[in-house]
């Protein structure tokens, strides 16, 4: 499957932003999917994941202020981002996964986006 990311970019703090990650070659529905974000020199984090249903997990840092959301009908995965911190800026990767552990393992079976910059100002 491919992906593409998308919905990056400069926000204040305090704003919002909604990521996007349209799929495609594959059936989009039978697949985890998760959102990542990696800052230079660091490794890459957990942000959020999202079964082949609905069921979601959230890292602890963005509880309550991220959701992530699919719509199985447009092959898009979506990861809308509220009260956003300075520390959230990072490149925010989508990734596809078999199940929610291969997700949370980052198998390398998974499928990856290209990244996509999110700044928030301070």
């Known amino acids: 499957v491919q992906l593409q990311a998308s919905g990056g970019g400069l926000v204040q703090a305090g704003g919002s932003l909604r990521l996007s990650c349209t799929a495609s070659?594959?059936?989009?529905?039978?697949?985890?999917m998760g959102w990542f974000r990696q800052v230079p020199g660091k490794q890459r984090e957990l942000v959020a994941t999202?079964?082949?249903?609905?069921?979601?997990n959230y890292a602890g840092s963005v509880k309550g202020r991220f959701t992530i959301s699919r719509d199985n009908a447009k092959n898009t995965l979506y990861l809308q981002m509220n009260s956003l911190k300075p520390e959230d800026t990072a490149v925010y990767y989508c990734?596809?996964?078999?199940?929610?552990?291969?997700?949370?393992?980052?198998?390398?079976?998974?499928?990856w986006g290209q990244g996509t910059l999110v700044t928030v100002s301070s």
């Open positions: 999202i079964t082949s249903g609905t069921g979601t």
């Open positions: 070659g594959r059936t989009f529905s039978n697949y985890a």
């Open positions: 990734a596809a996964g078999r199940s929610y552990y291969a997700i949370v393992d980052q198998h390398q079976s998974n499928y």
